[in-house]
């Protein structure tokens, strides 16, 4: 089933479900997202053989065929496309943003064969939070965002698997990534980087400018730019609230970097990126 909203005239094409063992899961809605938190199995995956191992999260879409041999434990988000696109900007308005490329790379995890995603045990208990955070909103509505606040770990949990889908063999630059992308919302110094993967400052920054052109630092905040621009153009989200969610401590300090940045206030990059993804 989809969700009532409680606070404004509308359905949200999402489901939450916290305990399933796969077997016999009905894809009501286009996209799925399975957390797998117990147990193995074998099974095929329209007719192709796969192995499913907790913790890994499977993307699956609804005209896939997934059988298992055994029952395993998981928890299951449900969503249509058109949960990402409709944005409400009132109480009385809501707007249709097609997927902007952000959105359309974190689909692209739904697409192929590879759909199966593994977790490490570092990056396991941050997922979980996320995944179940999704969850209990779906449930909870605690208040007039909760849409928002769903969409914002989602573009969170999709930029994670992507990055762990593409990452190379597990370089130190690669473990610095992950770090990132788990935890740009908190306070993140350099010495941190340093410190967790045990390199000094030239050799660090030379890596990261090896791998993605940039120093470390540097990375982060283009990093949380880019999230910023997913939460302005899928949310209705304040920004402030943009702001504390993408590890800036001050939304003035926010707005300066990203006019710096992008050439424009994050007010007028809300309203060009929707104009633009509507037009596509």
Not at 25 to 36: D, E, H
Not at 92 to 121: E, M, Q, W
Not at 233 to 255: K, P, Q, R, V
Request: glycine share 2%.
């Amino acid at each position: 089933m989809s969700q009532v909203d409680r606070y404004k005239d509308r359905v949200v094409q999402i489901d939450f479900y916290s305990h399933q063992d796969l077997q016999k899961l009905v894809l009501n809605k286009k996209y799925t997202l399975a957390l797998i938190t117990e147990n193995k199995t074998l099974g095929t995956l329209n007719g192709y053989p796969v192995q499913l191992e907790s913790p890994c999260v499977l993307c699956l879409q609804d005209n896939d065929d997934l059988k298992i041999d055994s029952k395993i434990n998981a928890s299951v988000f449900c969503f249509d496309p058109i949960f990402l696109e409709t944005v409400r900007v009132s109480q009385l308005k809501d707007i249709n943003v097609p997927n902007t490329p952000h959105i359309k790379k974190g689909l692209s995890l739904f697409a192929g064969y590879d759909r199966i995603i593994s977790l490490d045990a570092k990056i396991y208990p941050k997922f979980l939070q996320w995944f179940f955070t999704m969850g209990m909103e779906v449930s909870a509505q605690s208040d007039d965002l909760w849409v928002c606040r769903i969409k914002q770990y989602l573009i969170q949990i999709f930029n994670l698997l992507l990055q762990l889908k593409e990452s190379h063999p597990q370089s130190a630059i690669d473990i610095a990534l992950k770090f990132i992308h788990m935890n740009y919302s908190q306070p993140i110094k350099l010495d941190d980087l340093t410190d967790l993967v045990h390199l000094n400052r030239v050799s660090m920054n030379e890596q990261f400018k090896q791998r993605v052109n940039q120093t470390a630092m540097q990375y982060l905040l283009s990093y949380r730019l880019s999230i910023a621009e997913q939460m302005l153009t899928h949310t209705g989200m304040t920004l402030n609230d943009i702001a504390l969610a993408t590890g800036f401590e001050y939304d003035t300090y926010f707005m300066k970097q990203f006019r710096q940045h992008k050439g424009m206030s994050p007010t007028q990059y809300r309203n060009v990126s929707r104009e633009v993804a509507v037009q596509q």
